[in-house]
Antibody, heavy 123, light 108 residues
Framework: EVKLQQSGDELVRPGASVKMSCKAS????????MHWVKQSPGQGLEWIGT????????SYNQKFKGKATLTADKSSNTAYMELSRLTSEDSAVYYC????????????????WGQGASVTVSS | DIQMTQSPASLSASLGETVTIECLAS??????LAWYQQKPGKSPQLLIY???SLNDGVPSRFSGSGSGTQYSLKINSLQSEDVSIYFC??????????FGAGTKLELK
């Protein structure tokens, strides 16, 4: 069974950083890309960026460049996202989700999602 | 960036009805369109990819169609467990992948 297990909810101060994790199991970690998606309260979905662990390549939504940093640890099958200089606008639920990156028609189609991690930015 | 416009924003239907949700892309996305279902308090789940391919395990009452810039998701014989928010997403042009704003489906 494919599973993406995300780290827990976070309460952080404005201006601080937070690093969350997404541990993959049930498939070969390096065979897929990992995406991160933001869902603000009562809002839709925003793609933050993607990492391809096999080649350690990242791509970002221009809106999140400088805000999000994606990394991956192949030895532990875990993807990470760090968010920096947090403000109230960053309060949201963040999801990791995997997709193929080798087949064009399904590249970017997110076929498995983590349970989500809530970040609340408050003093 | 490609903009995805979903309609309606909300929808109320009765059990057994057929419902249709539309998604309009700001340019041709060549069928690179996915649909996701998000049940209350849960993460999104893939329903359909490449406009009309049903993901494994998705009931056959769900179907997708369309081409070019216009796409739709149809749910036949609405069930109570279909109460969700539905999102479309284009995976043609990245970065960024973009989602529609969502359609909230409720029971009448």
């Amino acid at each position: 069974e494919v599973k993406l297990q995300q780290s827990g909810d976070e309460l952080v101060r404005p201006g601080a950083s937070v690093k969350m994790s997404c541990k993959a199991s049930g498939y070969t970690f390096t065979d897929y890309a990992m995406h991160w998606v933001k869902q603000s309260p009562g809002q839709g979905l925003e793609w933050i960026g993607t990492i391809i662990p096999l080649i350690d390549t990242t791509s970002y939504n221009q809106k999140f460049k400088g805000k999000a940093t994606l990394t991956a640890d192949k030895s532990s099958n875990t993807a990470y996202m760090e968010l920096s200089r947090l403000t109230s606008e960053d309060s949201a639920v963040y999801y990791c989700a995997r997709s193929s990156f080798t087949i064009a028609a399904i590249s970017g189609v997110m076929d498995a999602w983590g349970q989500g991690a809530s970040v609340t930015v408050s003093s | 960036d490609i903009q995805m416009t979903q309609s309606p924003a909300s929808l109320s239907a009765s059990l057994g009805e057929t419902v249709t949700i539309e998604c309009l892309a700001s340019e041709d996305i060549y069928s690179n369109l996915a649909w996701y279902q998000q049940k209350p308090g849960k993460s999104p789940q893939l329903l359909i990819y490449y406009a009309n391919s049903l993901n494994d395990g998705v009931p056959s009452r769900f179907s997708g169609s369309g081409s070019g810039t216009q796409y739709s998701l149809k749910i036949n014989s609405l069930q109570s467990e279909d109460v969700s928010i539905y999102f479309c997403q284009q995976n043609y042009d990245s970065p960024p992948y973009t989602f529609g704003a969502g359609t909230k489906l409720e029971l009448k």
